[in-house]
């Protein structure tokens, strides 16, 4: 039983990672791809090795803000506090420096508060997360990261790189 739900775990992270918005115009969304893709010349997405960094990234194409870079050539940072968000950004986007952690001013043991499986509404305001009047789907710990520091611990750190940042 352990084996079948470990291969259906897999065959999901899968499914979402490859075939979710498959058919989209744009990837982000709403359209703020398309925006960046106009204010970049040509040149910059062709053949020029650019970085990006993504806080909340949530999908590796669906609602991605930095897809259209990755297809360019392009490799970032991309971070969120859900496992799942992660492990399908691994999957689909090994180039890139994908990071487990909440963002913060300062680094903390801090809750995180999921409203769905996959969703776009996680936090760590315990505040908003309580008041909302939304069922709390789950919970758990991590301890939370300065940008800095992931960006410090990132192949990208040590400064000197010029970067665009898509949140």
Request: charged residues 30%; glycine residues 8%.
């Amino acid at each position: 039983m352990k084996l079948l739900k470990k291969i259906s775990k897999k065959i999901w992270l899968i499914r979402k990672a490859f075939f979710s918005g498959l058919f989209n115009l744009h990837y982000s969304q709403f359209g703020e791809d398309i925006i960046l893709k106009e204010l970049l010349k040509k040149e910059k997405l062709k053949g020029y090795k650019g970085f990006f960094i993504d806080v909340g990234c949530y999908h590796p194409k669906k609602f991605s803000n930095t897809y259209m870079l990755y297809k360019a050539g392009w490799s970032g940072i991309n971070i969120d506090m859900e496992p799942d968000k992660i492990n399908l950004f691994n999957l689909a986007r090994s180039r890139d420096w994908n990071v487990l952690s909440p963002i913060s001013d300062k680094k903390e043991k801090v809750k995180v508060y999921r409203f769905g499986k996959f969703g776009v509404g996680s936090t760590i305001d315990h505040k908003f997360a309580t008041e909302t009047g939304i069922t709390i789907y789950d919970t758990t710990e991590l301890f939370s990261k300065t940008l800095n520091e992931v960006i410090e611990e990132s192949p990208y750190g040590g400064g000197g790189t010029r970067s665009i940042s898509c949140q």
